[in-house]
Structure formats: structure tokens, C-alpha cells
């Protein structure tokens, strides 16, 4: 399949997800449009909440970066219409790899600047998770220090260090590196909008789930506050290079990994290989991070009433059922099409 029809047909895919609820009488879909709207060559950077490990379908051609065909990037692409798209996101990545190479489980991944052009015009760049371990640590240690103190916060008061919070001064260091990362960009593809994607929840700002998020109960707000904090880099980097934020924290509120299936844009501590990494975004995920960054570079948002998004909802569990029972037939365009487009053809009635 060229790569302008799969961009095209996991655009499309966007519509079969479920998105956060715009009013008590609607919801939001992913854009579904592929008309063009003013940007012709993209090129997507970043980490492994971009490159989105095992949401259907996987780009097997991608080494050990484990990107998607239907990350957020693609189904971006796809809605915008652009004439060139490059996605060199990869799982694992951190600021340094933008200028140096990546080793991966399946080989190296080149500098991932080395896809900036002169005439790139969009640029979306999702990153600041893993520098200096941030995103592994918390999720490495908070569930094991969960039984020392299941209803206290062992794991805040394990990276509080003389009274300094190690993981939010480390945050602090990372929005420097950030900055640093958009001056880079902006040096390779001075013509280039650059848009700088924040990370959606992954607790709840209330409540706990110990099955699916196995943190003690005051880890929660813990967890919360470090999410707060690295979003909060991610907007400051981006205004002082003059670049766009697009918020993904505050719209996922309702959808953090304790939120109930079909809702939840956040896989919890277990891996599905047939539909994410643990503690990542699920295919309803990227496709809302999709549908803000459009709504944030376009200013459109397309409304279906909330029985058409639980259709969609169920449209996108069977293509994972699909994907998981026969691997070949999901990938095939015609099938792929003949789902989809009564999908369109409800959306656009």
C-alpha cells in the first residue's frame, strides 16, 4: 500500500475511536477531512507516547522504534493532506536523540533531525518523558513500594531527598533540554510551524484503581503532580521558542487508565500486544491527541452526538479483533475501506 492511501486510510481510522465528551449531548470525533490545509511536507519527532507501541496496526518496517500506523502523526497526516510526511518517532527516545543515534532492541535508529529539511513546514514533536529516567522511574518503582504503604505516598516520599523532590528538579532540567530541542528545530526548517504535543493523563485527579494503576492511594496525587509538572515543561519550552502547545492533559480528563474500556485513552500496568504498551496511549489515545493537535493548527472540530461515538467505539474494537485473528486481512485497503466508509458516511450526515 503507497504511503499517501495508508495515511489516508488511518486518518479515517480516527473516526472509529471514541473521543473526551465536548457536552453532555455530544462528543468530539477525529478529523476526517483530507483536504489540504496549507501544509504540504511534516515531519513528526518524538518518544514512545508518539510512536505508540503495539496500537494497531504496527509499522513492522520501523526497527525496534515500535511505531504504529495508526499513531497520532499519521492520522494527522492523513487529516491535513499533506504531499510529504515523515514520522522518525521512536519508542524510548529522549531530547539527545535528536541530534544522536538511538540503539533499539532491532538495530539504531538514526538522529532523528536527519528528517529536517529546509522546506519542511510542520513539525510536531512529542518529548521530555524519558530525560533523565523520569518516565521509567516512577513507573519502575511506584508499584513496588505500593504494599510498604498501600493508603500512604511511599513512592513521592522515596524520590523526596532532603526535602527536594528529585523527579520534578529533573523535570525542571528537562524543559531546558526541550528549548534547546525546538532552537534545533527551527535552525533545520526555519520556514517550519512548530508544534510541541503535551502528554495526556494517566491517573485520575481523583479516585484510585489499584488493579489497573497499582500505586498507593496517596501516589495517585503524586503521580498527578509529576504529569502536571513535565506538561508544564513541555508548554514553557514551547513558549519560549515561539512555539505551539497543544494541551492533551486537561482534554483527557475522564479518560486516565482507570476510566472504563472504551473510554480510557491510557493502557494500565498490563501490555496487550494487540493494543498498547502499559502505562501508554491506546489507539483511542493517539487518536485524540490527533483530533487536538488538528483542532489546534486548523481551528475545526467536528461534533457527532454521543451514539454515533459509541458506535465508532465498537467499529474500532472489532478491527483490533480483525487484527488480532487474521493480520493479513486488516491490512488489506479494500477491507480496511469497506469498514471505514460507513463510518464516513455517518459522520458526515
Known amino acids: 500500500m503507497k504511503l499517501r492511501r495508508l ?19 455530544g462528543a468530539t470525533a477525529a ?25 494497531p496496526l504496527a509499522d513492522v518496517l520501523s526497527l525496534g522504534c515500535a511505531r504504529s500506523y495508526s499513531n497520532y502523526p499519521k492520522l494527522l497526516a492523513g487529516a491535513l493532506g499533506v504531499y510529504r510526511f515523515t514520522d522518525v518517532s521512536c519508542g524510548g527516545a529522549d531530547t539527545t536523540n535528536m541530534t544522536q543515534p538511538q540503539g533499539t532492541i532491532l538495530g539504531t ?17 512529542g518529548i521530555g518523558g524519558n530525560d533523565f529516567g523520569v518516565f521509567g522511574d516512577i513507573i519502575g518503582t511506584c508499584p513496588g513500594l505500593r504494599a510498604s504503604d498501600p493508603t500512604g505516598a511511599p513512592c513521592k516520599a522515596h524520590f523526596t531527598v532532603d526535602g527536594v523532590d528529585t523527579l520534578k528538579a529533573k523535570i525542571a532540567q528537562t524543559q531546558t533540554r526541550i528549548a534547546v530541542v525546538v532552537q534545533g528545530i527551527r535552525a533545520r526548517s526555519p520556514q517550519a510551524t512548530i508544534v510541541l ?10 479516585g484510585t484503581c489499584p488493579s489497573i494503576l497499582p500505586f498507593a492511594d496517596g ?26 502547545y497543544v494541551d492533551t492533559f486537561g482534554p483527557s480528563t475522564g ?23 502499559n502505562y501508554h496511549p491506546r489507539f483511542e489515545g493517539e487518536a ?16 457527532v452526538t454521543a451514539a454515533e461515538q459509541a458506535s465508532w467505539a465498537a467499529q474500532a474494537r472489532k478491527l483490533a479483533k480483525q487484527a488480532a485473528a487474521s493480520p493479513r486481512t486488516a491490512l488489506s485497503p479494500k477491507a480496511l475501506e469497506a469498514s471505514l466508509n460507513r463510518v464516513r458516511t455517518s459522520a458526515q450526515r
Open 219 to 244: 501516589d495517585y496525587a503524586y503521580l498527578y503532580s509529576i504529569e502536571q509538572a513535565l506538561n508544564a515543561a513541555v508548554s514553557g519550552a514551547a513558549a519560549a521558542g515561539g512555539a505551539t
Open 255 to 277: 479518560h486516565d487508565a482507570c476510566a472504563p474500556d472504551g473510554q480510557a485513552w491510557i493502557q494500565g500496568k498490563d501490555i496487550n500486544l494487540l493494543r498498547a504498551l
Open 7 to 25: 495515511v489516508a486510510v488511518c486518518a479515517a481510522l480516527a473516526l472509529v475511536t471514541g473521543l473526551p465528551a465536548a457536552a453532555a449531548t
Open 197 to 206: 504535543v503535551g502528554y495526556p493523563k494517566i491517573a485520575p485527579e481523583r
Open 109 to 125: 535508529a538514526a538522529p532523528q533531525f536527519n528528517a529536517l529539511t529546509p522546506d519542511t513546514d510542520l513539525v510536531t514533536l
Open 288 to 303: 485524540g491527541m490527533a483530533a487536538l493537535t488538528y483542532k489546534t493548527l486548523t481551528g475545526a472540530q467536528p461534533v
Open 31 to 55: 478529523p476526517n477531512s483530507t483536504t489540504s490545509t496549507g501544509f504540504s511536507k511534516y515531519v513528526a519527532l518524538g518518544d514512545s507516547y508518539t510512536s505508540a507501541p503495539f496500537v
